[in-house]
């Protein structure tokens, strides 16, 4: 799932890359390697003992900013570095928990803090599917299921953009590419 979630980055160039809840940095981890050598990724961690872990694991890697603090201020703190969207925006953080107002304007500002290119999107990782739901500003969606990883997780990239050969089928949220497959 790690490697299915990188893959939907485009690290070709530099980018400005936020991680919603990185945990221990497992996804993080992959970014950064793959990543090109003037990205920037800044990660928002609660749980003071995970900001700790990934203060410690990525302490000489300039590219990293590391925040023991709520997503909510990402604004804030693009600005703070001199950015003022995201290339991509990575999420992990069960959604399905927080409140419907604080999901909703977590989203909304996701939505707006993503530059307007064609490239930019929020990529997600959840259990359930059922975010696409909530982030129907998004003009496109793509979802697949990745069974190999337990427990078995839906990554979802929900693009800034309405450009490009994917398009939403329904409500499931599941994309198809111009020959009818998922």
Request: glycine share 6%; charged share 25%.
């Amino acid at each position: 799932m790690i490697r299915r979630v990188s893959a939907k980055m485009d690290f070709s160039q530099p980018r400005v890359i936020a991680e919603y809840g990185p945990g221990e940095g497992c996804h993080t981890r992959e970014i950064v390697r793959r990543m090109h050598p003037d990205s920037r990724v800044i990660l928002f961690e609660l749980d003071p003992e995970f900001a700790q872990h990934l203060e410690d694991q990525f302490r000489g890697d300039s590219r990293v900013t590391v925040l023991n603090s709520d997503a909510a201020l990402l604004c804030q703190e693009l600005a703070k570095h001199g950015h003022s969207h995201c290339d991509y925006i990575v999420s992990g953080i069960p959604f399905s928990i927080l409140q419907p107002e604080k999901k909703k304007e977590l989203l909304r500002s996701t939505y707006d803090l993503l530059a307007p290119q064609d490239h930019s999107a929020f990529i997600i990782y959840q259990v359930t599917n059922e975010l696409v739901g909530h982030c129907r500003h998004f003009p496109r969606v793509e979802s697949e299921y990745c069974l190999q990883n337990i427990p078995p997780m839906f990554v979802t990239k929900f693009y800034k953009t309405a450009n490009g050969h994917a398009h939403v089928n329904g409500a499931n949220g599941h994309s198809r590419n111009g020959n009818g497959r998922h």
